[in-house]
Structures are given as structure tokens and as C-alpha cells.
């Protein structure tokens, strides 16, 4: 079934996806489908995330793709569905008993995002579609999100190009003695909602939660999270481990790691720049901490080079660290054993740049490129910038990294 451009007044602050984009995802998803499960009947989904990525909408209800056609099922709100959507086939429900009757006898096998569903969801939907089986299609969706389109990349150019001017130029008036983590976490988010960010962070991961970033000073930048990444925090408190905290003042002689998401009509570009606050000369561990900088920065341009298509992913980190003379031990990536890794319409998308991915890399393909270094006792180091791979390599849409920039 074709999808038609709706008649519909769009407000200024709503940008729908292309119709043309919604039916390609469609087709791709449909041949994706019939090549790892000839005879596929019927895929049912709910995650927020795949219901924007097929339909332009995060309205709550459910996503039923059958082989023949594709329709919205909304409970609530099926009037902004159909506002700010160009999916052709929008019907409002009070439960799945509406649904179910319009599909009449329900297939064998019911094809779902597993990872994202709750075992709640589940049983409501099996209440009423009298399905046998359950089969994943988790990989599915990741191999089709993991090569962008041209609109796709678009968003997240204007994402850079937000992350670019927060970050690396206007971060830098903002760093004064006496100001909180908690603060200027706050400011620089600010900053980048009044630029057009879309103003939160989205993780796959059930850890990542839609936050803010991290500001961290110092050795509070040592602090491990839950979260799978290198950079930490103390956070707000035991509760809340992101953003930074409220009472931890900003002193001369300390780190300023920096580590906040954008993103821009729900793609996300991943970015961390780091300062130092004082005379960096007086600093006893000085050359140390610019040292540790310029080997981050030297990681990174390491793995770009190496960024072009064909190129097997988990190459990228085995090649690199098999070179890399490791004398920080487990304080490079605060113990991590990735480089970097896939983003999009969520912050950690598969795959990373880490033994085990063997996918190869594709144009259209974008990675957080992130080598770090905890420094103990100081802080953290380190740089990430976003890259799309293209015919000719690897592009930034975050702008350049830079040296350890001071501020006095």
C-alpha cells in the first residue's frame, strides 16, 4: 500500500517525516523480513522508537505490519497521529479487542521487538490476537536503522552542527569559578534546546535514562555509573547518576569533562569535549593530563583513518589497540573494551566498535568516536565526535577535536 502525503497544515515547530521516507523504511523492513522468515504473517509493535521510526509518531497503542498492508492502532492520541504524521493508515482504538476483530483470526507466530516489550504488554496483546509463538525481530530493526538515509543524515548534520557551536564555543564562556556541575550541565543543555535540540537523550540500554549529560569536575569524572560508558559522575544524588551535582563548585586546577547529548527531530549525535580550569603550568600533574589529551586525540584520528566502506567494524578496535602502547591500563576507557559506538534515533545503537561486530562498514553508517582516559586522582580525558561513513571515509558532523583547551 502506497503512502500519501496527508492534506494537513503543519505548524512551524512540527517537521513530519517525509512520506517517501515512511514507505522506503516499509519496503526495506518487508524484504528484510521475508529474506529471515519466508511466509512472515504478522508484526506487532509498541516501543516508542520503532513507532517513530516507521510511522513519524510516538502515540501510544500498537504498529501492525502484515505483508499486504501496515496500520496505526492509537489509543491515545490518535488527533496528534494524524496532525503531525504522514503514515497513510491512522485508526483510533479503545483496546487491542478493536484490533483484533479487524485482523479476524490471528497468525501462528506474532513477530516483536522483545527487547523493548514488557511481559505486561505482551500478555494484554495475547488476550485478544490468540497467537501460539513469539519470534524476536530485534535484529531486523537494528540492520535496518544502522545505515541512515539522506533525511536521516540531514537531522543529524543539523544535530552536529548544534553539538559543534554548544560544546566547543559556547562552553567555554560558561566555565567561571563557582559554578556547579549541576549548573552548567543545565546552561549547556539550555543552550542547545533553544538552538532546536529536541531535548532529551534516548539509550537502548534499561540503565540509560532521558537525561541532561554529565558535567563533572575533577576526579568526580572517575565515578563509574550504571551506565555502560567511560565518563561518570557523582550525579544530582545516589538516585540520579547523570548531570552533576549541585554543591560541587568549580575550582581552579580541575577537569571540566563535558559530555552532553543532542539531537534533532529524534536523532542524536554524541559529543564530549574536555577543559581545564586554571594554570595548567602549576600544575604538578600537568604534563601528564596533556599527555593523556593528546593520545585520546591521536586514538581517535587512528580509528577515522581506518572508517571506509568494507572495512570490518570490530577491525577498527582490534587494529588500533593492537598498536596502541597501553600504559594506562584498565584507566583507558575506564575499563571499557570498545571505541566508540552506533548512533541514531537512540544514543547506543548496534553495533560498537568492539571485538565481535564483523558487520562491515557501510555509507550511510554513523559512530560515536569516543577514546578516553581516566587519570586518577585528576579526572577524566578524553574526546567523541559523531562521523558518518561515506565513499571516501569517514565525515564529522560534530565538528574537529582540539588539544586540552585552558581556561584561567
Given at each position: 500500500m502506497a503512502i500519501l502525503e496527508k492534506e494537513t497544515v503543519f505548524t512551524d515547530s512540527i517537521r513530519p517525516v517525509p512520506a517517501s521516507e515512511l514507505e522506503a523504511r516499509l519496503e526495506r523492513f518487508r524484504t528484510a523480513m521475508e529474506k529471515r522468515y519466508p511466509g512472515w504473517e504478522m508484526v506487532a509493535l509498541n516501543h516508542k522508537v520503532a513507532m517513530y521510526y516507521f510511522t513519524g509518531t510516538m502515540q501510544e497503542g500498537v504498529l501492525i505490519i502484515r505483508p499486504q498492508d501496515a496500520i496505526?492502532?492509537?489509543?491515545?492520541?490518535?488527533?496528534r497521529a494524524c496532525k503531525e504524521s504522514h503514515f497513510d493508515d491512522i485508526r483510533p482504538m479503545h483496546s487491542f479487542r478493536?484490533?483484533?476483530?479487524?485482523?479476524?483470526?490471528?497468525p501462528r507466530i506474532m513477530y516483536m521487538e522483545i527487547k523493548r516489550a514488557s511481559v505486561d504488554w505482551e500478555r494484554m496483546l495475547h488476550k485478544y490476537f490468540?497467537?501460539?509463538?513469539?519470534?524476536?525481530?530485534d535484529a531486523v530493526l537494528q540492520d535496518l536503522r544502522m545505515v541512515k538515509s539522506?533525511?536521516?543524515?540531514?537531522?543529524?548534520?543539523?544535530?552536529?552542527?548544534?553539538?559543534?557551536?554548544?560544546?566547543?564555543?559556547?562552553?567555554?564562556?560558561?566555565?567561571?569559578?563557582?559554578?556547579?556541575e549541576a549548573q552548567l550541565a543545565i546552561n549547556l543543555y539550555g543552550e542547545m534546546v533553544a538552538r532546536?535540540?529536541?531535548g532529551v537523550a534516548r539509550f537502548n540500554?534499561?540503565?540509560?535514562?532521558e537525561v541532561i549529560g554529565i558535567a563533572a569536575f575533577g576526579k568526580s569524572g572517575l565515578v563509574r555509573t550504571a551506565f555502560d560508558g567511560p565518563g561518570g559522575t557523582n550525579g544530582t544524588c545516589i538516585a540520579v547518576q547523570s548531570i552533576g551535582n549541585a554543591f560541587r563548585k568549580l575550582k581552579p586546577g580541575r577537569l571540566v569533562y563535558l559530555d552532553i547529548p543532542c539531537g534533532f527531530d529524534g536523532y542524536h549525535t554524541d559529543k564530549t569535549v574536555v577543559y581545564y580550569y586554571?594554570?595548567?603550568n602549576k600544575d604538578e600533574q600537568g604534563a601528564k593530563i596533556l599527555a593523556a589529551q593528546e593520545r585520546c586525540l591521536e586514538l581517535e584520528q587512528e580509528v577515522v583513518a581506518m572508517m571506509a566502506p568494507g572495512v570490518a567494524i570490530e577491525s577498527l578496535y582490534l587494529r588500533t589497540m593492537a598498536r596502541f602502547n597501553n600504559v594506562y591500563g584498565d584507566s583507558f576507557m575506564n575499563g571499557g573494551k570498545f571505541l566508540g559506538h552506533s548512533i541514531g534515533l537512540v544514543m547506543d545503537e548496534a553495533p560498537a566498535i568492539a571485538k565481535g561486530f564483523k558487520q562491515q562498514l557501510e555509507p550511510g553508517m554513523t559512530f560515536?568516536?569516543?577514546?578516553?582516559?581516566?587519570?586518577?586522582?585528576?579526572?577524566?580525558?578524553?574526546?567523541?565526535?559523531t562521523y558518518v561513513i561515506t565513499e571516501r571515509g569517514a565525515r564529522s558532523l560534530t565538528g574537529r577535536s582540539h588539544s586540552l583547551r585552558v581556561i584561567e
Open positions: 496505526l492502532w492509537v489509543r491515545r492520541s490518535y488527533d478493536e484490533a483484533a476483530a479487524f485482523y479476524g483470526q490471528s490468540a497467537f501460539e509463538e513469539i519470534v524476536g525481530i539522506k533525511y536521516e543524515l540531514e537531522m543529524m548534520a543539523t544535530s552536529g552542527a548544534i553539538h559543534e557551536t554548544v560544546l566547543d564555543v559556547i562552553a567555554p564562556t560558561m566555565i567561571k569559578g563557582g559554578i556547579s532546536g535540540s529536541h540500554l534499561p540503565m540509560g535514562e586554571g594554570d595548567i560515536a568516536v569516543e577514546p578516553k582516559i581516566a587519570l586518577p586522582g585528576l579526572g577524566m580525558v578524553g574526546t567523541e565526535n
